[in-house]
């Protein structure tokens, strides 16, 4: 148990599905979805790649095995989300959910969003950057700043397109709910709507304060390692990321269970004001949906820790 008001130790993290939330706890994923007739559909699964266990723990390396496995994770729930929501798979009035996802299609489903984001955040602002050193001479240090400005307004620019769909407002929502619900677990408040709604929608160890410390930290090590060739500076941008996602990772643990640190503040200070794009005020269903997704991984872990 926790004293009210104080972190937990543990930490539990989600994400926003299609009219649900998935948490992460710490030895399975759970998912709770909104059916179209109303019920909430909720399944738990084992947390993957048992085998990365020992590596979960090494500071740094941690970064890129726990975002790997969350980005299939996240897209498999997705998929999953996706069909409860419209009861593609599930026809009739019964208690049984969608079956397994093909693993060829969630691989598939990942590639391609990695080579989309590869091509459009990271492609697109070296060419933009040559076209400018160009024509303003700059150095390699301001050259480097001016292709993370890019990268960061594309960004933004992306967030703030898609959050004007009705859809996907709906989903930041979910996102909200969320965070409101982890801030409460994580500060032994009670998971009802009424101790869940004192807290706010952003939260420190969002994945959008995730990119955007990516984002900065990129800046940073790419001063140390800009070939002059344009085809080999793309390339050395994919190559170091693994080592920018662990080194912003680091960044993001200690942000939350440092949150209350006068410095840490100031650190996280537009992380927090950016999610802002990223998440709206749930109503009270979809905070009932985001605390049965907390409350089954919670026991999920409780009983395998018996």
């Not at 998912?31 to 979960?56: D, K, Y």
């Not at 208690?95 to 391609?112: I, K, M, N, R, T």
């Not at 709507?193 to 800046?219: D, E, N, Y």
């Not at 200690?254 to 109503?283: C, E, M, Y």
């Amino acid at each position: 148990m926790t004293e009210a008001g104080r972190p937990t130790a543990s930490t539990y993290g989600g994400q926003a599905l299609i009219e649900g939330v998935m948490i992460r706890g710490q030895t399975c994923v759970s998912m709770a979805v909104r059916r179209p007739n109303g019920e909430i559909f909720v399944e738990t699964q084992p947390l993957g790649w048992r085998w990365a266990r020992t590596i979960r723990r090494i500071p740094f390396v941690r970064g890129v095995i726990v975002l790997s496995e969350m980005l299939v994770v996240g897209t498999r729930a997705l998929i999953f989300s996706a069909n409860v929501a419209s009861e593609e798979e599930n026809k009739g009035d019964t208690d049984e959910g969608p079956g397994g996802l093909s693993s060829w299609a969630v691989a598939s489903s990942v590639a391609v969003s990695l080579l989309l984001a590869i091509a459009i955040f990271f492609a697109t602002p070296v060419f933009a950057t040559r076209l400018l050193d160009s024509w303003l001479d700059t150095t390699n240090i301001w050259s480097n700043v001016i292709e993370g400005a890019i990268r960061l307004l594309m960004f933004v620019a992306y967030i703030g397109l898609i959050g004007l769909m009705p859809d996907i407002r709906r989903v930041f929502a979910y996102h909200g709910a969320e965070h409101m619900t982890i801030h409460a677990r994580e500060h032994g408040q009670p998971l009802d709507v009424g101790s869940i709604r004192q807290f706010g929608t952003a939260h420190p160890r969002c994945g959008t304060a995730f990119i955007l410390v990516v984002l900065v930290v990129a800046i940073i090590v790419h001063v140390f390692w800009t070939p002059p060739g344009l085809v080999d500076r793309v390339i050395s941008r994919v190559v170091v990321l693994p080592l920018i996602a662990g080194l912003s990772y680091e960044i993001i643990r200690f942000s939350g269970f440092h949150a209350n640190n006068i410095l840490v503040k100031a650190i996280i200070w537009p992380n927090l004001l950016l999610q802002a794009l990223t998440t709206r005020q749930p109503d009270d269903d979809q905070i009932e949906v985001a605390v049965r997704a907390l409350e089954e991984a919670l026991e999920e872990d409780r009983r395998l820790a018996v």
